[in-house]
């Protein structure tokens, strides 16, 4: 896991690819419809608001697909399990390229998103995001890259 401004992308992705998706990132802003955006290969972008809670039920990792999560507006706070802290609730699948767990224990760490930032998790980062950050519930517009791990090697 990863977490740091935007614009210091380059210190973390050195492959020529990233300076397409970084430049494509641009395109996005506060405006994009949600959905999901298709057009790559090895990457998509996924556009998608939605309010922030006092106690999510989304703790996830993935094993093909590293996401950059950034926000448009808003505030999130997001929890960072170890694998011994966390229960699986429902097996691995490819087709969404997700593992869904539940918490058994306090997270390792915790950050707090905001505009400007960036998370970066790879797969086997247990993360539990749409957490209100000082339990103020808002509405947030986030971007999730969703980069094929193929990419890194």
């Known amino acids: 896991m990863i977490v740091d401004k935007i614009e210091n992308w380059k210190i973390y992705f050195k492959s020529p690819i990233f300076s397409e998706i970084f430049k494509e990132l641009e395109t996005y802003t506060i405006n994009t419809a949600n ?38 507006s808003g505030n999130e706070k997001i929890k960072i399990y170890n694998s011994v802290a966390v229960a699986i609730t429902e097996p691995y699948s490819s087709e969404s390229d997700c593992q869904f767990y539940k918490n058994m224990d306090k997270p390792i760490s915790e950050i707090n998103l905001e505009p400007g ?36 090697t």
């Open 35 to 72: 959905g999901v955006y298709k057009n790559y290969e090895g990457f998509y972008f996924k556009i998608m608001s939605y309010d922030t809670k006092l106690d999510s039920n989304i703790i996830e990792s993935h094993r093909k697909e590293v996401d950059i999560q950034i926000l448009l």
């Open 117 to 152: 930032y960036m998370a970066i998790f790879f797969p086997d980062d247990i993360h539990h995001p749409q957490f209100a950050v000082n339990n103020k519930i808002e509405t947030l517009k986030k971007i999730v890259i969703k980069i094929d791990e193929k990419l890194f």
